[in-house]
Every structure is written in structure tokens, then in C-alpha cells.
């Protein structure tokens, strides 16, 4: 009860903000964000039409998904180590969360040993607040050139993930620079990566990240409450 009226909240939230910048909805991806949320949280939310579901652990994903519907989306938008690609190829949509060009690699490698294929998003860290998360703008041409030769991976555009304010519009410039290099990227049309994907904007700021041409919103609290951790 509770979660669908938050669910419908979001959606109306969205559908707000993109006829203000003159989008339209199949323009956009809603992903719930359904880390530390149990199983049943996303059969709730699944019933109400969401087929998109974001989490940050891959063992999360591999211990929710065998109880869930199949048709569900995955997408892994954390942190991943070199020995969990295993639970993450071939068993998620999209991984929104790739830091380095040695994970690019060894996903690639997995998956082409596996007769797997990957589609994935490159995380750059734009805000630098220090937690260093993605590659720096600088490294990008280095990183999608080796994506030119990858064997089993495509890459479909980039991902960032922007600090928590208290002000969204803090924001604004992070999403405006995502977009800015994600254009320049495209315009350079290197092998095997489109720039369809912008997967930026969270509970806190994703009106201004829709704003700013975001295609894949990441939203957790916003649908399913605060997060408790052990
Ligand atoms: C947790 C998380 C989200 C969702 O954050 P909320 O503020 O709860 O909406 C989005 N993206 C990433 C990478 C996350 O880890």
C-alpha cells in the first residue's frame, strides 16, 4: 500500500519533469534501487508494472533473482570485484557501474570464454568529492579505445554517480558535464560504443538529471523508504 503510493509518487515526479523539458516517457528508464530491500518489497513493486531493478552487491542479485520473475531487468550499478563478475554477466541487463579499464577487460574476458555477451556503461567520476568512483574524464580515450577491440562487451554510454546535497541544482553541472563528454564521445564514433545511455539522477536529484538529458534514473529511497544497515 505504502510502496505503491510511493512508486506512483516517483512516476508522477518523473512524467512532471520531462513535460517540463519536453521529453517523453519511452524516452526514459526508471531502475528501483532495491538494495538491502527483501524479495518481497520487489514483488510489490515488480506487480505494479516496474520490470527495472538496480543493486549495488552481485550476490544480492544472485540470491533475489532465482525467487523472482524472470522477466525482470537487472542492472548491477555498484562497485564490482573481479570475482563476482561471475554473478553479474549474462544474468543482468546492464553494468551501469564500470570503474577501470582492467574490470572492462576481465568482464570482456568472462564473457567471451562463457559464450556470454555484456552491455556496459562506463562510471566517471565527475564530482571528485574523493571517493573516487569511475574513471577520470582523462582517462577516458584511453579506455575506449581498448573498447574497440573488446570481444564480447559493447558499451552503450556512460554513468556517474553525483554526491548527496541538500540543494539539488548543486548538481546540475555534473550532469550537464556527463552529457557534454558523452556528445563529444559520440561524435568521435569509435567501434562498438554508442552513447545511447545516460544513467544519472538518484531520489535526491533525478528531476534535475531528466533535466539535463539523463536516459536511466537510478531511484531508491524515493520508491522504497529509508535503508536500514546492519
Ligand atoms: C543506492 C544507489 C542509488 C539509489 O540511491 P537513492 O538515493 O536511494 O535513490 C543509485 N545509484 C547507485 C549507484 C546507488 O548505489
Redesign the pocket.
Known amino acids: 500500500m505504502q510502496l505503491s503510493n510511493q512508486y506512483k509518487q516517483v512516476q508522477t515526479q518523473i512524467n512532471s519533469a520531462l513535460s517540463q523539458a519536453c521529453r517523453k516517457p519511452e524516452e526514459i528508464t526508471l531502475i528501483a534501487?532495491s538494495?538491502t530491500y527483501p524479495v518481497s518489497a520487489i514483488r510489490e513493486v515488480y506487480q505494479l508494472g516496474q520490470l527495472d531493478f538496480?543493486e549495488?552487491k552481485p550476490q544480492e542479485i544472485r540470491d533475489k533473482s532465482p525467487e523472482l520473475p524472470e522477466d525482470i531487468r537487472w542492472h548491477m550499478?555498484?562497485h564490482l570485484q573481479s570475482n563476482k563478475i561471475k554473478y553479474v554477466v549474462g544474468k543482468c541487463e546492464l553494468i551501469?557501474?564500470v570503474d577501470s579499464i582492467r574490470l572492462m577487460q576481465q568482464i570482456d574476458d568472462y564473457a567471451f570464454r562463457n559464450y556470454l555477451q555484456a552491455k556496459i556503461l562506463l562510471q566517471v567520476d565527475i564530482a571528485k568529492d574523493g571517493n573516487k568512483q569511475g574513471l577520470l574524464e582523462k582517462e577516458l580515450p584511453e579506455a575506449l579505445e581498448i573498447c574497440e577491440n573488446l570481444k564480447a562487451t559493447s558499451v552503450h554510454g556512460l554513468m556517474t554517480?553525483a554526491p548527496f546535497v541538500t540543494d539539488a541544482e548543486q548538481n546540475r553541472w555534473i550532469f550537464r558535464k556527463l552529457r557534454q563528454i558523452s556528445v563529444d564521445i559520440q561524435g568521435k564514433n569509435y567501434h562498438n560504443v554508442s552513447m545511447d545511455i545516460l544513467s544519472m539522477g538518484?531520489?535526491?536529484d533525478f528531476e534535475i538529471a531528466l533535466q539535463e538529458g539523463a536516459t536511466h534514473i537510478?531511484?531508491?529511497?524515493?520508491i522504497f523508504g529509508n535503508?536500514k544497515y546492519n
Open positions: 534501487v538494495k538496480g549495488n550499478i555498484g551501469h557501474s554517480i538518484m531520489s535526491n537510478r531511484i531508491g529511497t524515493a535503508r
